[in-house]
Every structure is written in structure tokens, then in C-alpha cells.
């Protein structure tokens, strides 16, 4: 039985594949509602209510760390790949620019095209990656090559394990292991 805040449940859609987090409220609904069509997590959440006025007795319910829902609640279609915003590509780049290596705030962080957008270069996962101003500004309407900077790391499109991951900074080791079976191994780091 686990012990501690209550983290986040994993939720998947009925065929295994991830959803998304969501809060304890949103599981219990789901358990009320017989919407659970299995679990999978090896840790149990209790979770207890008031006492009955009547009875006396503690109301309580234990939930999984991973659930698969009975809905059509796919949050991706095609690979399974997160939209392109700033929010994901932050997580996915760790909060680091990629070119100089600095830890970056949210705020800070600069969207970098790797082939200019000037030079047809897409706003896809492959071609962008987080980056700090002094880095952007450097870099210009260029390639890296051309301006003489080299990436410490591959841009690439996670598929939604990998993103489940990097979005929760408290996941269960049931958690993490079962996302991890989902995530592609790549090298990222250059060398």
C-alpha cells in the first residue's frame, strides 16, 4: 500500500496504450462510475473518506497507480506523438538549451529552429529544440554548421510514453516501468 502524497494515476485507454495523468478525483470518479476495465500497477492508493453517521465507519476506496478506461478517451492518434507546443518541448529537452548546455527557466527558454524556417525548415519535433536567447540570437538565420555551434543533443519526436515521463516529476517506479517498455531506445547525446 503506498504511503505519501497521492501522485498521479497513469491512465491508458481500454487496449493498454497511455492516455494521460490524471488527479486521484478523476480516478475515483472512474471507479464509481465502472468505467475501470483493468489495472495494472503493482501499487495500491487507499484512500479514505468521512464516517458515516449512521454506522461509524471510515468510508475508504483503494486505487491503482495504472488504470485502462472503458471510454474513447485517446488523447493522440497517429504515433501516438504530443502536439508540438513550447510547455512539451521544454519537458522534452530537459529544460536545457541544447546548444550551450545552460539551465534554463520556462520563461527563458527560446523555441530554435535547427534549419531556419527561412531555409523551409518545418516546425516539427526533428527540426526544433529549446534554446537560450544569447544561443538564438547567435545562431540567426542559419544552420548550426554555418554558424559554428553543434547541438549536445538530437531534436526528436517523443512518442506519448516518453513525454508521460518526462511530465511528472513524481511517478511510481510501476509507472515509470511500464511507460518505459512503450519508449523507443535512442541515443540522444552527441559526441
Excluded at 123 to 129: A, G, K, L, Q, R
Aim: hydrophobic share 35%; aromatic share 8%; net charge positive.
Amino acid at each position: 500500500m503506498y504511503q505519501g502524497a497521492i501522485p498521479r494515476i497513469l491512465k491508458l485507454d481500454v487496449g493498454g496504450l497511455p492516455v494521460a495523468w490524471i488527479d486521484w478525483q478523476e480516478a475515483v470518479g472512474l471507479y464509481f462510475t465502472n468505467k475501470i476495465a483493468w489495472e495494472a500497477g503493482s501499487e495500491k492508493l487507499r484512500l479514505r473518506g468521512g464516517r458515516s453517521r449512521e454506522t461509524g465507519h471510515r468510508s475508504g476506496i483503494d486505487i491503482d497507480s495504472i488504470i485502462a478506461v472503458e471510454d474513447r478517451s485517446h488523447r493522440y492518434s497517429r504515433n501516438l506523438v504530443p502536439a508540438l507546443t513550447r510547455r512539451e518541448l521544454y519537458h522534452r529537452d530537459g529544460g536545457l538549451c541544447l546548444y550551450c548546455g545552460q539551465h534554463l527557466t520556462y520563461v527563458d527558454m527560446q523555441i530554435e529552429h535547427v534549419v531556419p524556417k527561412s531555409r523551409n525548415g518545418d516546425h516539427e519535433w526533428t527540426n526544433v529544440v529549446s534554446a537560450c536567447g544569447p544561443c538564438n540570437r547567435r545562431k540567426d538565420d542559419r544552420t548550426p554548421e554555418q554558424a559554428g555551434m553543434k547541438l549536445i543533443a538530437l531534436p526528436y519526436e517523443p512518442n506519448l510514453a516518453e513525454w508521460l515521463i518526462l511530465a511528472n516529476r513524481r511517478i511510481l517506479a510501476d509507472q515509470q516501468a511500464f511507460l518505459e517498455r512503450l519508449a523507443p531506445r535512442r541515443p540522444r547525446t552527441l559526441g
